[in-house]
T-cell receptor, first 113, second 115 residues
Framework: SQKIEQNSEALNIQEGKTATLTCNYT??????LQWYRQDPGRGPVFLLL?????KEKRKERLKVTFDTTLKQSLFHITASQPADSATYLC????????????FGKGTTLSVSS | DTGVSQDPRHKITKRGQNVTFRCDPI?????LYWYRQTLGQGPEFLTY????????KSRLLSDRFSAERPKGSFSTLEIQRTEQGDSAMYLC?????????????FGSGTRLTVV
């Protein structure tokens, strides 16, 4: 069956360090992958999208990589800040482009000062 | 346009009662999605609409659940004969076409507690 796994439920790092979150998937061939941020009691907020023919995408302190051979995406936050503390979700189109996104369980990042 | 609005924010109901939630998407978005999220889990897909047409329903959407989007604008999600297992956050999202380029815009959700 189709499955999305995010490496750990929780990640704790110190301010200023780089946070790296992992998203692995099986039995998919997604055309693209998206990352979202979710704060407690709120809906997810779209951060970045990366397509299957792109290796890397950057936006300010965020960087996403996509390896379709390994079936893995890495999400990096450089120079992390306490305000980056949140749950980060990866999401894939489960079928053909045009069907709905399927989300992983998320990784909760805590950045301490 | 202030984004995706969901109403109510919180709902407490007794087991066996019916509940209805409303979602107002971003006006120019033609796609609307419903997701359910429980503590520690990612959002689980329930159903989505393109304009007024309901294009896909998850097997999670039992016969007790029904969603509508009359006229392709706002949407309602109704749960009949609620069960304790229905307690969750119900999230609505909207997007332009497939959401491929700009992602989904989510509302803040309706938290349902069935007692």
């Amino acid at each position: 069956s189709q499955k999305i796994e995010q490496n750990s439920e929780a990640l704790n790092i110190q301010e200023g360090k780089t946070a790296t979150l992992t998203c692995n998937y099986t039995n998919y061939s997604p055309a693209y992958l998206q990352w979202y941020r979710q704060d407690p009691g709120r809906g997810p907020v779209f951060l970045l999208l990366i397509r299957e023919n792109e290796k890397e995408k950057r936006k300010e302190r965020l960087k996403v990589t996509f390896d379709t051979t390994l079936k893995q995406s890495l999400f990096h936050i450089t120079a992390s800040q306490p305000a980056d503390s949140a749950t980060y979700l990866c999401a894939l189109v489960k079928g053909q482009a045009g069907t709905a996104l399927i989300f992983g369980k998320g990784t909760t990042l805590s950045v301490s000062s | 346009d202030t984004g995706v609005s969901q109403d109510p924010r919180h709902k407490i109901t007794k087991r066996g009662q019916n509940v209805t939630f409303r979602c107002d998407p971003i006006s120019e978005h033609n796609r609307l999605y419903w997701y359910r999220q429980t503590l520690g889990q990612g959002p689980e897909f329930l159903t989505y609409f393109q304009n007024e047409a309901q294009l896909e329903k998850s097997r999670l959407l039992s016969d007790r659940f029904s969603a509508e989007r009359p006229k392709g604008s706002f949407s309602t999600l109704e749960i009949q004969r609620t069960e304790q297992g229905d307690s969750a956050m119900y999230l609505c999202a909207s997007s332009l076409e497939t959401g491929e380029n700009y992602g989904y815009t989510f509302g803040s959700g309706t938290r349902l507690t069935v007692v």
